[in-house]
């Protein structure tokens, strides 16, 4: 059974920056992992992805783009998520996703295997 942990949510003040991390355990392969938030009253929507190589095949969401930086560690299911310069409208529960066929697709349907989520709340 795969299982996605994310881990580094909290408060932060507007300008200020976390790191968010995602392990999947239970799968021996290499997947895409994929970051998506969902704000009160609202529909869950993208923020970044890797895909299952790192480097430089990611996609970012407009919102995010310049402020946001994902990564993976090494041959490891581990994605990280640096949000710098956060603004309070980034406040949302931080949601870590896993895709089988490991590109960093945008498209929430893509993808196999979600974790809990991460509250993260940006003050002004």
């Known amino acids: 059974q795969v299982q996605l942990e994310e881990s580094g949510g909290g408060l932060v003040q507007a300008g200020g920056s976390l790191r968010l991390s995602c392990t999947a355990s239970g799968i021996d392969r290499r997947i895409a992992m994929g970051w998506f ?10 923020v ?3 895909s299952w190589s ?16 994902i990564s ?5 299911n581990t994605a990280h998520l640096q949000m710098n310069n ?3 409208e980034d406040t949302a529960v ?3 996703a896993g895709e089988e066929g490991g590109w ?3 498209r ?10 991460t509250q993260v709340t940006v003050s002004s």
Do not use: M
Request: hydrophobic share 25%.
């Open 37 to 46: 938030r969902q704000a009160p009253g609202k529909e869950r929507e993208f």
């Open 48 to 50: 970044a992805a890797i």
């Open 54 to 69: 790192g480097g430089g095949n990611t996609h970012y969401a407009s919102s995010v783009k310049g402020r946001f930086i």
């Open 72 to 76: 993976r560690d090494g041959a490891k």
């Open 86 to 88: 956060l603004k309070p």
């Open 94 to 96: 931080y949601y870590c």
């Open 104 to 106: 960093p697709s945008p």
């Open 108 to 117: 929430p349907y893509e993808y196999d295997f979600w974790g809990q989520g």
